[in-house]
């Protein structure tokens, strides 16, 4: 596939790949970042979201020459399943909760009429189940942008000890639960003739991600990577 111009879409996950700091790579000649922190697949179908990420797709001029990347998706499962299901007080069904996240997907790219590819999302690198806890629900700055689309809330009076029963998935599950909602998107694509592009493979080693492209500390993005870059370039000229 030949890409002039890439438009990518999506939540801070696009930051792994250094689109925040660069406008070209390689043959593409301008890269152009659509992006919100904390952003949701359900944002996109509301008429006016908190984060504003709709409203900038709503307002950006696609042309012909451009191909868009959207990177979306990990808030509503690594964080939206558990912050859902502490409002219910149990566990949601996750095979529900996936199959509405991709049902609202579909529809929101059926509406999509520039030329797109769909990427997976990545594997957990959180081993700590409160770090995604106060993400939820402690964290002063992500609670403000994450509230609207169900990922986080501010709850100064809940304590990760109330909700263990919830946040007790080992990296195993979580991680299993990242390849149900893949294998689902994955799916809906082939169904809609959408490009899928998925890096899981390449950037684990047993389903666990490779040291070199993990953060420092505790953090649910990848590090940012020109490995990674290559290999997403590689993945999308292929197509």
């Known amino acids: 596939m030949k890409i002039e111009q890439l438009v990518v879409i999506g939540d801070s996950h696009t ?39 709709l409203e900038k797709i709503k307002n950006f001029e696609f042309t012909k020459k451009q191909k868009t990347l959207f990177v979306i998706g990990q808030c509503d499962v690594e964080f939206g399943y558990y912050y859902k299901s502490v409002l219910f007080g149990k566990k949601l069904s996750l095979d529900e909760f996936l199959d509405d996240l991709i049902k609202k997907y579909e529809k929101f790219l059926l509406s999509f009429n520039n030329e797109f590819i769909i990427s997976a999302i990545n594997p957990c690198t959180v081993i700590n189940n409160e770090y995604n806890f106060n993400i939820n629900f402690k964290d002063n700055v992500s609670h403000i942008t994450n509230r609207f689309n169900e990922t986080g809330e501010l ?22 639960n990242h390849k149900n909602f893949n294998k689902k998107l994955e799916i809906m694509c082939s169904k809609n003739n959408f490009k899928f592009v998925n890096l899981w493979d390449d950037i684990t080693e047993n389903d666990i991600v490779k040291n070199k492209f993990r953060r420092n500390g505790e953090n649910h993005h990848l590090d940012i990577n020109k490995e990674l870059l290559e290999i997403l370039y590689n993945k999308l000229i292929n197509l």
């Open 15 to 53: 930051s792994q790949y250094g689109f925040d700091t660069i406008n070209t790579y390689n043959d593409i000649e301008r890269i152009f970042l659509i992006n919100a922190p904390g952003a949701s697949i359900k944002g996109l179908l509301k008429e006016k979201s908190t984060l504003g990420l």
């Open 155 to 176: 709850n100064g009076s809940l304590n990760f000890s109330d909700v263990t029963h919830i946040y007790n998935d080992n990296n195993e599950t979580r991680n299993q």
